[in-house]
């Protein structure tokens, strides 16, 4: 299982940026995929997670409705569309596979790919 994420860079507040989550080893639409953050001195946290095969993506509270994840199976990628972003978005993004169900837990998940950074200045 190898995921690699790729798409950070430097924005300004207001600014978009897409992240992509490219796969391989393993089935994708076996499994749920999950973007994750980490900014400097704070702790992992959830931030989208998309389900095996439909059902209902989860977002955590501080990006919702600015962030969208979507997956496409024939090209194993899973995107995060980053809107509206905001200097607390600053941090390294990482996405993570699961085979079970979506959450925004990193303990539940047992392959992550590397990070990519993303620096919103204000």
């Known amino acids: 299982v190898q995921l690699q994420a790729s798409g950070g860079g430097l924005v300004q507040a207001g600014g978009s940026l897409r992240l992509s989550c490219a796969t391989s080893?393993?089935?994708?639409?076996?499994?749920?995929i999950g973007w994750f953050r980490q900014a400097p001195g704070k702790e992992r946290e959830g931030v989208s997670c998309i389900p095996r095969k439909g059902g209902t993506v989860l977002y955590t509270d501080s990006v919702q409705g600015r962030f969208t994840i979507s997956r496409d199976n024939s090209e194993n990628t899973v995107y995060l569309q980053m809107n509206s972003l905001k200097p607390e978005d600053t941090a390294i993004y990482y996405c993570?596979?699961?085979?079970?169900?979506?959450?925004?837990?990193?303990?539940?998940?047992?392959?992550w790919g590397q990070g990519t950074l993303v620096t919103v200045s204000s």
């Open positions: 080893g393993f089935t994708l639409h076996y499994y749920a």
């Open positions: 993570a596979a699961r085979p079970g169900s979506c959450n925004l837990w990193s303990r539940y998940y047992n392959s």
